[in-house]
């Protein structure tokens, strides 16, 4: 890669190395990526969580994270239970071991994001911060551009008209 970045394609490789890192170390913990963030968001939410939370927070399908909490149930990392007052929604809590296993593994990997994250100065956390929300912002808006470009039948109609009609909207010119 050349020292300028003019690619979303660069974007993305970083993005997925990333990623990667985060697959690499769930395997290293015994766990799947999906129970990893489980646990994580677990973690921050104080040991407790609604399934939904999980859901609406990280968008992993509902099969995957269903394996996922079976297979940490199974392990006795986790409790389920039905939230108060409810026959049908279901919360996560962490049992002793659970706490155990979060303290040996994602505890620490959190704490390595804190050291990575202010390694950069005050100005480069801010501008980083400010950018990646600002390119997920357009990255939002084109998607739902395409999308909304789709035929009945689910096919992208007129690519070309779509994608400047998408550039015109990121650029406050609206679309035509």
Not at 54 to 67: F, H
Not at 85 to 109: C, E, M, Y
Request: aromatic share 8%; hydrophobic share 35%.
């Amino acid at each position: 890669m050349s020292g300028t970045c003019n690619l979303p394609v660069e974007l993305e490789y970083l993005y997925n190395a990333a990623d990667r890192l985060y697959v690499d170390f769930a395997r290293s913990c015994g766990i799947s990526n999906c129970a990893y963030w489980m646990l994580y968001e677990l973690e921050r939410a104080g040991g407790e969580a609604s399934l939904r939370a999980l859901n609406v927070d990280w968008g992993y399908s509902k099969q995957t994270m269903s394996s996922a909490l079976k297979t940490m149930e199974s392990r006795g990392l986790i409790e389920l239970s039905f939230e108060e007052g409810s026959r049908k929604s279901k919360r996560a809590s962490l049992t002793d071991a659970g706490r155990a296993f979060v303290d040996k593994n994602i505890v620490p990997a959190m704490r390595a994001e804190e050291r990575a994250f202010f390694s950069l100065d005050q100005e480069e956390r801010e501008t980083l911060m400010t950018l990646a929300r600002r390119y997920a912002e357009a990255l939002t808006r084109e998607f739902e551009n395409m999308n909304g470009s789709r035929s009945e039948d689910g096919r992208c109609e007129n690519g070309a008209k779509g994608a400047a009609n998408a550039a015109g909207a990121a650029e406050g010119e609206g679309t035509a």
